[in-house]
């Protein structure tokens, strides 16, 4: 039997999107390597579609499309809000998901520009346009990543800042961005260490971080084992080189939103 | 679709006009109850509001896809799960774009004739497996079938619906 064959009936499982776990971990594995077996799910996917012909019934009511159209009209304009603001205020419009998902995804961009680049080094022409890309993500990445960037918190008035972390974490690339304000100082020679919880096995370090004179720190893309798939996020206070295994007690923790 | 690129609201209206009733009906199909239905369906509008790009016109037909997102979208609120695929990363073969009545009439009179032309066996893990969002073990434990003997039903079942739309 061959390689293929082995994967065929999980395929037709995947492309039903009724893989999970460690089953559709091991299908991911193989698509990400086997180019007859991407072009096989990508046909199993449209005979699901076929299937989905069979569905028959009522059109919806017309409140549906008014609700739609209320809703991309909403969005429409605050995203016109945006552009016509200033800088700082745009990043407010768009609060924490949506900022660290650009960072994210500017990083990852940043990343594979650098290959695409140096491998590309004769197309001057788009190596050119990948680099003002690069620059304009950059630049809009900024606000969040450079340690001169003032930063603000808004809690209820009635409470004290308390510290907080954010995580943001890509798994199909692997990439996490952390970002916390409000850290206690740290005693001589400690720090402060994250780890990614996953649904199986043990925690993973996912990087070692010292707050500035401000309380706020980051992290940004530590090394991490392939597609894990994270059920929390910890932190814990190390010695400041980092350990291997968290040391107890556990100070911020939090899972999915 | 270059309408909806430059976040033209009209271009919205018309794509909705289009494929609301396909993907109403995947999501009613799945979930059995209208209210559910037209949250699964804003939802998949929104998606494809937010995100046209997520879609490759040269890897597959629209309707196709938002056939496919939303079954799956109306499978994962069923069950109460997190969606795990993202909708970049689903590409699908060409299959019929199913915009027009007509079209997804006959094209639904088709896939009905090679269902019944399957074995009840088969019919009924495939529609397990595709409107009830079950997995091969639960359909295996279901009907005391050997679990490989499921998937491949359910694999089988499915390239035979592609055959038939290929001859």
């Known amino acids: 039997m061959s390689e293929h064959e082995q994967f065929a009936d999980d395929l037709a499982m995947y492309a039903l999107d009724a893989l999970r776990g460690a089953d559709r971990a091991r299908v991911d594995a193989h698509l990400a390597t086997c180019a007859a077996c991407r072009l096989e799910l990508e046909q199993l996917r449209g005979d699901t579609a076929l299937l989905a012909l069979s569905a028959a019934g009522p059109r919806p009511p017309q409140r549906a499309r008014q609700r739609l159209l209320d809703a991309v009209a909403r969005e429409a304009r605050v995203a016109g809000v945006a552009q016509t603001s200033t800088r700082a205020s745009w990043w407010g419009w768009l609060g924490w998901a949506a900022t660290a998902a650009v960072v994210v995804f500017a990083l990852s961009l940043w990343r594979e520009n650098t290959a695409l680049q140096q491998s590309l080094a004769s197309m001057s022409s788009r190596a050119g346009e990948s680099s003002r890309e690069l620059e304009e993500l950059r630049r809009v990445a900024a606000p969040i990543l450079d340690p001169e960037a003032q930063r603000v918190t808004l809690v209820s008035t009635k409470t004290a800042p308390q510290p907080q972390g954010k995580a943001f974490y890509l798994r199909s690339r692997s990439s996490l961005v952390f970002l916390a304000n409000n850290m206690p100082a740290l005693p001589p020679r400690k720090a402060y260490e994250l780890w990614l919880i996953p649904v199986n096995g043990a925690p993973i370090p996912a990087g070692v971080f010292k707050p500035d004179a401000h309380g706020s720190a980051s992290v940004v893309n530590p090394l991490l084992p392939a597609a894990v798939e994270a059920k929390a996020f910890a932190i814990t206070l190390e010695n400041e080189t980092g350990a291997t295994a968290p040391t107890m007690p556990i100070l911020m923790m939090g899972a999915g939103e | ?167």
Not at chain 2, 27 to 38: I, K, N, P, Q, S
Not at chain 2, 52 to 69: C, E, K, N, Q, T
């Open chain 2, 1 to 167: 679709m270059t309408g909806l690129k430059s976040g033209d609201q009209g271009a919205m209206a018309q794509l909705y006009d289009r494929y609301s009733s396909i993907v109403y009906a995947v999501a009613l199909r799945v979930l059995g109850d209208t209210g559910a239905a037209e949250d699964v369906l804003q939802e998949v509008f929104l998606q494809l509001w937010r995100k046209p790009s997520a879609f490759d016109a040269a890897r597959g037909s629209l309707g196709s896809w938002l056939a496919v997102i939303t079954r799956n979208r109306a499978i994962d609120f069923l069950r109460k799960r997190r969606p795990e695929t993202d909708i970049d990363d689903l590409v699908l073969s060409v299959a019929p774009d199913l915009a027009g009545d007509a079209e997804r009439a006959r094209a639904a009179e088709k896939v009905r004739g090679v269902m019944g032309t399957m074995v009840p066996a088969q019919r009924s893990a495939l529609e397990m497996a595709y409107w009830e969002g079950m997995s091969h073990s639960e359909i295996a434990d279901k009907t005391g079938e050997p679990l490989g003997t499921v998937k491949t039903r359910i694999r089988s079942g499915l390239i035979a619906l592609r055959k038939a739309f290929q001859g």
